[in-house]
């Protein structure tokens, strides 16, 4: 058709085979570590949602961790397919292990925004979408995007920045709400004040560029449930500060029209034990280091088999497939070691991906995975007691807390503030390397889904009563009344 408008004679095709229904706004809020146990009287607004609509168990995925939710949410698929197996992997090709990676290319499947703006084109529909705060936010083919973002001079120092599209996009937020508060969005003081900015990021951008898709990320529940555990009383505080922070995302939906849905990646559960696995795989003689002037590093290369640990996930990587039963049967003996998955049992866990450990262990739900891989505390690498999430190889919720074990910390903490204003190198060595005043983390399956992820979404939009996090894209697709016709519920 040479010089015809094609999506003008898209929506006419549309029309013709009664296929046509105008696009909804739709806005998905992803609250870390809300599960169907947290609905009561310490969330109004949540239950108000709930009331006009359906509150239910939302069947997670393996492991339970931010990354590997978060795109099985976005592509409606496992970890087999879309390849995000946990925070942070094994990069094979070059053997760094890197977590918190921001590339949405790194998803290896169509996520929900994607694949609305295909379905919207195929109608001649305009469809546009906001991404605030969700993992892969760098590359992601949305009109607005905000993620933490700093910026690393030459010279070792770092400065705080959050990152956005368009250009210009972040700074006009900045310039609105005031610097984005990234003190408190990871370390030792993280806690509400990032989650209440990103939620006027949120709102304000649904009020001012009404998003057909907008994807909100809110975090505060995480860290103190991570500090002292899900069932301290503080957590009805918690509780009560998010919820705020909801309603008023609800109330800017409701003025643009937009549908609510809510879910969550996983549930907190009390720890209190931690499993070392490296420092056991080191002790068989199978984890080398490289020692040097700023304490003993990993040594990827030389290594029969180390692991990369996340919370209560662990991949481990060994280099020769003869010694697999060897090392799977020596993880498993350990205390607090739950499952030990290998070859067609990483398949059925939906983790049989090239970026997976060859071994796959999970830790009793009331222990979890530290990374330290030293055997004396005096050749820890620098970087262990600092906040570090790039250089570590494995996640460390030490970084929540300021090293309860050392005196002056505070003033400490402080020092180095100044220098950092100053414009002086310096090194926020505040960090404690004791993993025991952890008590909260996840990772693997809830004994009840109750203590699971949840999911607060409109009762005609559920395809069957119970969902698994996979069928959220389709869910969120038929709200946006741009269903594709597949189905994984």
Known sequence: ???????????????????????????????????????????????????????????????????????????GELPSRHGIVANGWLYRDTMEVRFWQQSNRLIQAETLYAAARRLAAARGEHFTCAKLFWWFNQGAPVDWSLTPKPHYGSDGSKAFGIHGTPEGFSEEMEQELGAFP???????????????????AATQTMLTKRPTLTLVYLPHLDYDLQRFGPDVPGVARCLREVDDCVGLILDAAKQTGATPIVVSEYGLMPVRRTVL????????????????????VLDTFNSQAFAVCDHQAAHVYVSEPGLVPRVAETIAALDGVERVLVGAQRAAAGLDHERAGEIVAFSARDAWFAYPYWLDDRRAPDFA???????????????????????????????????????????????GLDPSPVRGSHGTDPADAMDGPVLIAPQH?????????????????????????????
């Not at 420092?279 to 003993?296: H, I, K, N, T, Y």
């Not at 020092?415 to 505040?430: I, P, S």
């Not at 559920?462 to 269903?483: E, F, H, I, N, S």
Request: hydrophobic letters at 45%.
């Open 1 to 75: 058709m040479p010089g015809a408008d094609v999506a003008a004679f898209a929506r006419v095709r549309a029309v013709v085979y009664g296929r046509t229904m105008p696009l909804h706004p739709v806005c998905l809020i992803d609250i870390v570590g809300l599960t169907p146990r947290h609905l009561g009287p310490d969330t109004p607004h949540l239950c108000k949602l709930a009331a006009t609509g359906a509150a239910l168990p939302l069947a997670g995925v393996l492991p339970a961790v931010t990354c590997t939710a978060q795109a099985s949410l976005l592509t």
């Open 182 to 200: 990234f003190f408190s969005f990871w370390g030792p003081k993280a806690g509400l004040p990032s989650t209440e900015w990103i939620t006027l």
């Open 277 to 296: 696995l490296n420092r056991a795989l080191r002790q068989s003689g199978w984890l080398a280091v490289r020692d040097g002037p700023f304490g003993e």
């Open 385 to 431: 007691r600092t906040v570090e999430i790039h250089r570590k190889p494995g996640y460390d919720p030490m970084e929540l807390f300021l090293d309860p074990h050392a005196s002056g910390v505070r003033a400490r903490a402080g020092l180095r503030l100044v220098q950092k204003t100053l414009g002086l190198r310096y090194r926020m060595d505040v960090i």
């Open 461 to 489: 939009a559920l395809a069957q009563p119970g969902l698994r996090m996979t069928g959220v894209k389709d869910l969120a697709l038929r709200c946006l009344g741009l269903a594709d016709g597949r189905s994984t519920a």
